[in-house]
């Protein structure tokens, strides 16, 4: 009888298995996440730089119109018509000071919200670290502020004024002010990817949020207790700074100032958690 044989089955060998987890799962261990990836993050930022004027007919001139007009209505609504003070400067110049860093922090903030929802399709199909979508929409922020700057330098030999050492300080204010807008942006891009609400009402909260900071008008025209609670307000402080390291009117107390630094790392550190917390989910539910 002729034997019958039995093929043998063979296990298949344990083959090696890559997990993917996201470094931001460490804590703060996104921060770190965004030097190594940092060329990513260069990439994007030079693609938003390239994007965000083409086709429009006024291109980057879009940057100093922007704030020139706005300054301009400040002048003509607050300072003409309802002459409040200005400390001692040009209107024009007191408030295209204040505007300037007013935009910094609202365009960190509205572009860094919704960049994960712009972004969904690289999201969806590619894994690396998402905290570099938020964050690289800082340069290009920066880059607007940097004309707005020329624009400024312009108004001083117009209105023939010089800044003092104050402006020494200038680069700590601008600094609070980004970190604040950023850990915002963080939290707001989080929260946008589950609910979509965020990008209908951050444009108004931005509104309300500029004329309750002292951009249009100044500090010291808000009178009594309310004065008093509008340094509740951490971009009241950083505004006056910012004021007085251009124009050198009068200073932040150092409450206020330590306020404001107190509320930019703590707003920077609930960004960042609330993002780390949620980052699992963008790809599902993006």
Do not use: C, K
């Given at each position: 009888m002729p034997s019958v044989s039995t093929p043998i089955r063979s296990e298949p060998a344990d083959l090696p298995v890559l997990v993917i987890r996201p470094g931001s799962a460490r804590s703060f261990g996104m921060l770190a996440d965004l030097w190594r990836y940092r060329d990513l993050l260069w990439t994007l930022a030079e693609r938003d730089l390239r994007l965000r004027y083409r086709q429009t007919a006024l291109g980057v001139a879009w940057v100093v119109v922007q704030p020139l007009l706005g300054a301009l209505i400040f002048t003509f609504v607050f300072g003409v018509i309802a002459k409040l003070p200005s400390d001692g400067n040009p209107y024009l110049l007191f408030t295209f000071t204040a505007l300037a860093g007013w935009n910094l922090f609202a365009g960190i903030l509205t572009r860094s919200a919704g960049s994960l929802v712009q972004n969904s399709a690289l999201i969806a199909k590619v894994w690396f670290p998402r905290t570099v979508i938020p964050f690289a929409t800082l340069p290009g922020a920066l880059v607007d502020l940097v004309v707005t700057l020329g624009v400024l330098a312009a108004l001083f030999v117009w209105y023939?004024?010089?800044?003092?050492?104050?402006?020494?300080?200038?680069?700590?204010?601008?600094?609070?002010?980004?970190?604040?807008?950023?850990?915002?942006?963080?939290?707001?891009?989080?929260?946008?990817?589950?609910?979509?609400?965020?990008?209908?009402?951050?444009?108004?909260?931005?509104?309300?949020?500029?004329?309750?900071?002292?951009?249009?008008?100044?500090?010291?025209?808000?009178?009594?207790?309310?004065?008093?609670?509008?340094?509740?307000?951490?971009?009241?402080?950083?505004?006056?700074?910012?004021?007085?390291?251009?124009?050198?009117?009068?200073?932040?107390?150092?409450?206020?100032?330590?306020?404001?630094?107190?509320?930019?790392?703590?707003?920077?550190?609930?960004?960042?958690?609330?993002?780390?917390?949620?980052?699992?989910?963008?790809?599902?539910?993006?």
């Open positions: 023939g004024r010089a800044p003092g050492m104050e402006l020494l300080t200038f680069p700590f204010w601008i600094l609070l002010l980004a970190v604040l807008a950023l850990g915002a942006g963080l939290g707001a891009s989080a929260l946008m990817v589950s609910y979509r609400d965020v990008q209908h009402v951050l444009p108004v909260m931005v509104q309300l949020l500029m004329y309750a900071s002292p951009v249009a008008y100044a500090a010291s025209s808000v009178p009594g207790v309310i004065g008093t609670l509008y340094y509740l307000n951490p971009l009241a402080g950083i505004i006056d700074g910012l004021r007085w390291s251009v124009l050198g009117t009068p200073p932040p107390s150092v409450a206020a100032a330590g306020y404001a630094v107190f509320v930019a790392v703590l707003t920077m550190a609930i960004g960042l958690w609330m993002f780390r917390r949620m980052e699992r989910r963008f790809a599902d539910v993006i």
